[in-house]
C-alpha cells in the first residue's frame, strides 16, 4: 500500500480544522486506496453506545450516514467492556464474516448492513478511544492484506491526531472568545 498515500491523506487531515470534512475526504480516499466497497467511521458516546458520522460508499449498497440517516449500532459487547479490544488498541480483521464465530444477532446486523468481510482499527483522541474507522467488503469475503491493515490504522492514527487538535483549537478558541 502506497506511502505516498497514507502522507497525502494525513497531510489532507492536518490542513483541515472542519472535523466532517476531514471524516468525509479521509472516507473516500481511503474506500479508493482499499478498493473496499465501504469505509466508516464511528463514534462512541459517553456510555460506549455508538453511531456512525461519516461514510464513503459505492452506489450500490444500502447507506449508514445522511442528512435522514442516523445508523446507531448497539453493541453490548462494546459497552459493557468499553470499547473491548479496541480500548486496547487492536485491530479487528474480519475475511469473511461467517468463519470467525460472531454470535446470531451479530451476524444478523453484519447482513442488515450487507457487510461480508471487515477491518476495524479503532481511534483515540490522546489517551480516549473516540471511535473506530473501518473498512467493509459487501460484495464477498476478502483476505485483507497486512498492508491494507497497516494503512487503515495508520489513518486511524492520524484522525485521532486531528480530533485533538479541533478540539484544542475550540477550547483556545472559546478561551479567547471570553471577555477579558
Not at 456510555?47 to 447507506?63: I, P
Request: glycine residues 8%.
Amino acid at each position: 500500500m502506497g506511502e505516498k498515500a497514507v502522507t497525502k491523506i494525513s497531510n489532507r487531515i492536518r490542513q483541515s480544522s472542519d472535523v466532517e470534512e476531514i471524516f468525509k475526504t479521509t472516507t473516500q480516499e481511503v474506500r479508493q486506496l482499499l478498493r473496499c466497497d465501504r469505509v466508516a467511521v464511528y463514534r462512541f458516546n459517553p456510555n460506549w453506545t455508538g453511531e456512525f458520522v461519516a461514510e464513503s460508499v459505492a452506489h450500490t449498497w444500502v447507506k449508514l450516514v445522511g442528512p435522514d440517516i442516523k445508523t446507531v449500532w448497539e453493541d453490548t459487547h462494546l459497552q459493557e467492556t468499553q470499547g473491548g479490544r479496541y480500548a486496547q488498541g487492536e485491530n479487528f480483521v474480519v475475511n469473511d464474516i461467517y468463519q470467525v464465530g460472531h454470535s446470531p444477532c451479530h451476524i444478523e446486523i453484519l447482513e442488515q448492513f450487507e457487510v461480508k468481510a471487515y477491518v476495524i482499527v479503532p481511534v483515540f483522541a490522546g489517551e480516549q478511544l473516540w471511535g473506530l474507522l473501518a473498512a467493509y467488503q459487501n460484495s464477498g469475503t476478502r483476505d485483507w492484506d497486512e498492508s491494507e491493515v497497516t494503512l487503515l490504522a495508520r489513518i486511524g492514527n492520524q484522525l485521532g491526531l486531528a480530533l485533538q487538535q479541533t478540539e484544542y483549537l475550540q477550547q483556545v478558541q472559546g478561551q479567547s472568545a471570553k471577555p477579558g
